[in-house]
């Protein structure tokens, strides 16, 4: 299997209200913040978490598929997955969701990730199946 490689660039991709809203609690709250701290200092360093919090909603994601895992990219940093860390995919609408657990777990939102695949969701699907199923004893 030839690598499959992927961006995504969820600003873009959501409805213009959607971030409009985002961007706007982002600034309301940075100035509630410096307003309720009476520091600018406050207010500047809790815009600059909110946004940094946000990355990847805001800057675009590149993900790599190939025979030893996934590649998740963000602003030149790069986290390796194995195929051998995953027991279960979950196909959503919008991406696939991987997590460790082999059945629902309350764990899986700070164990697993979730691809954003955008309209190649079942192409990518069956791959990512082929992978963690071929695991299976």
């Known amino acids: 299997m030839n690598s499959i490689t992927w961006t995504s660039h969820p600003i873009k991709d959501e409805p213009r209200l959607k971030s409009a809203c ?3 609690i982002i600034i309301a709250t940075s100035i509630i913040i410096g307003w309720s701290f009476q520091s600018n200092t406050f207010a500047w360093v ?4 909110l946004t940094l ?6 800057l675009s994601t590149k993900y790599t598929l190939d025979e030893t895992g996934v590649t ?3 602003l030149g940093y790069q986290k390796p997955f194995t195929w051998a860390q995953f027991n279960r995919a979950d196909q959503h609408a919008d991406g696939i969701f991987l997590s460790p657990f082999s059945t629902p ?3 899986d939102t700070f164990r697993g990730q979730f691809l954003k695949t955008g309209a190649q969701t079942h ?3 069956h791959v990512v199946q082929q992978h963690i199923i071929s ?3």
């Open 46 to 49: 809790s815009f600059i978490l």
């Open 105 to 107: 777990h309350r764990l």
């Open 53 to 58: 919090a946000m990355a990847r909603y805001f």
């Open 135 to 137: 695991k299976s004893p």
């Open 72 to 74: 998740i990219s963000i």
């Open 22 to 24: 985002l961007i706007f």
């Open 123 to 125: 192409e990518i699907f």
